[in-house]
């Protein structure tokens, strides 16, 4: 298991810390967004020598245009390209259909550079991908917070969630709440169920990432629990997560 951050502009001049094992790092967003701390912060990562991904954030604006936005991710991110993971970030309420979108978009992406993109979604919308394709080719990176706990890299909660339609999660986005050393605010946390090899698979388009990837079993959650939102307790599951 590796812990992680993810990170965008609005972590302006934090100095990732070594103790981190990877950093996701936001790219661009809709047809004409380029974050313009991305750079620094993907050459600190290859400086430290940190794993790191860098993401698109979808939909970031009125015109949805899945292909262009996937070509706009790339034109910006090419010197990226089989170095670092790349993500599509999709949780904007101006897609009004979630997995025609991403199924959209991935398939442009994979068209021009022959990696599929690892897909980042709250727990609560992992129905909206049911019967796309994109299912079996990319990676899922959940987000989920069990609670509202301020959580170190380490101090990570019990895992709650079904990932279904996907067949297991490569990542978890796990707090908000995050803290780290030598940065006064806070930052989200995750952890990656892979190894440094398997990081490199996602990032390359390697066919053998779906066996590197650690998988959590799948999780039933009953009816009883809330189906929207991403806060709930579910205190009675416990995972017991193991690198092979």
Known sequence: MLHGI???NWDKGLEIPESVDFAIIKATG???YVDPYCEGFVQQCIRKGILWGFYHFAGDYRQIDPEAEAVHFHEHT???????????DIESDNISNWGSYAQRFVDKYHAITGVWPVIYCQASRLGDFEGYPLVQNCGLWIAGYPDSSTRTLINVPEFPYSVSPWPFAAMWQFSSTGVIQGYDGYVDL???YMDAHAWE???T???GYKDSTEKLPQIDVSPEQPEKGWHFENNHISVDVRLK
Request: glycine letters at 24%; hydrophobic letters at 35%.
């Open 78 to 88: 090419q010197g990226y390209n089989g170095f670092g993971i790349p993500v599509l």
């Open 190 to 192: 995750d952890v990656a």
């Open 6 to 8: 993810d990170i965008s």
């Open 30 to 32: 809709g047809t004409n």
């Open 201 to 203: 698979l996602y990032a």
């Open 205 to 207: 388009g390697g066919k």
